[in-house]
């Protein structure tokens, strides 16, 4: 078993750094429609109670979204997962720990999800916990102190971004059964996501300028390369139909892997944002979330 284990003080280096440099974010959803036009319409502003925060990393489970925002706590800036009932319009706190979360991922059995926790002393793993709050849930991968980011392939399998400064930020995979790590690629970004066939979607920063999206099917390792990234642009969302959804520019740009290699244009968004750039997404039918960042 390979563990990934890097020095305490480099930790508490890369934790203090975290929490000075969280951008001020904040979060829009969208109702649309994708036919022969894509449109959206019924536009809300969610972090109107965190305007100048951290508000990003916006999941869809069920009728709910979660997102990571940032609290003062005790004299400094950490974070904590907020969720939102959408229908209702009603804000609730999930976490409230001494930690910082981030990254909130339905869990494949549907009753958990998952964040990346952030200790004081730098440290970070991946914790899972349970949708109705009946206990503080647990760490996976206890071994692995270095988990920026995460992404559940299936029940037992988990595609992992590790920190790591000097060869290059590193994309795994985790076997929860054995503890096993696989190593993929190094230099990856940081959104993963699952196609609807399974295969994990990943960047891969192959130099300063040329950043290339991939797919790769974990039980054969057969990776495709499915186009180049707009400029810089590592985010997005794959909609239902594994259709991909970035944004660049003030634009929503789309890309339909089984037609090409093109980034289509769908919809300016900068005048309903303004002029914010947008970062992260997230997709649900007819529903979409974006992070503009300030």
């Not at 999800?113 to 793993?125: D, K």
């Not at 590790?162 to 995979?173: C, P, Y």
Request: net charge neutral; charged share 25%; with cysteine.
């Amino acid at each position: 078993m390979m563990a990934r284990i890097l020095k305490l003080g480099f930790f508490m280096v890369l934790a203090i750094h975290m929490q000075a440099q969280l951008p001020n974010t904040q979060i829009y959803t969208f109702d649309f429609t994708d036919g022969s036009e894509f449109k959206l319409y019924n536009t809300k502003f969610l972090s109107f109670d965190n305007k100048t925060g951290y508000n990003n990393q916006p999941t869809f489970i069920g009728d709910e979204l979660y997102y990571t925002r940032s609290f003062k706590k005790f004299g400094k800036e950490q974070t904590d997962i907020v969720a939102l009932d959408v229908k209702n319009k009603l804000k609730s706190q999930v976490t409230k720990s001494l930690s910082s979360e981030y990254s909130p991922t339905l869990c494949p059995d549907r009753k958990h999800f998952s964040v990346v926790r952030a200790f004081e002393n730098g440290v970070q793993q991946l914790w899972k916990l349970p949708l109705d709050r009946q206990d503080t849930g647990e760490a996976l991968f206890p071994q692995i102190t270095n988990i920026g980011y995460h992404c559940w392939m299936n029940e037992y399998e988990v595609a992992l971004f590790l920190v790591d400064e000097e060869k290059g930020h590193e994309l795994v995979i985790g076997d929860l059964r054995t503890g096993d790590i696989t190593h993929v690629s190094f230099n990856v970004g940081r959104c993963l996501m699952k196609s609807p066939k399974g295969n994990l979607i990943y960047v891969h920063k192959v130099s300063d300028t040329v950043w290339q999206l991939k797919s790769r099917n974990i039980q054969t390792d057969e990776t495709v390369l499915l186009t180049q990234t707009l400029p810089e642009t590592e985010d997005y969302a794959i909609m239902p139909d594994g259709r991909i959804i970035t944004g660049y520019d003030g634009h929503l740009y789309r890309l339909e892997p089984q037609q090409g290699n093109e980034w289509i244009s769908l919809i300016r968004v900068n005048h309903i944002i303004d002029n914010k750039e947008i970062t992260r997404i997230a997709v649900k039918k007819g529903k979409i979330a974006i992070v503009a960042k300030i």
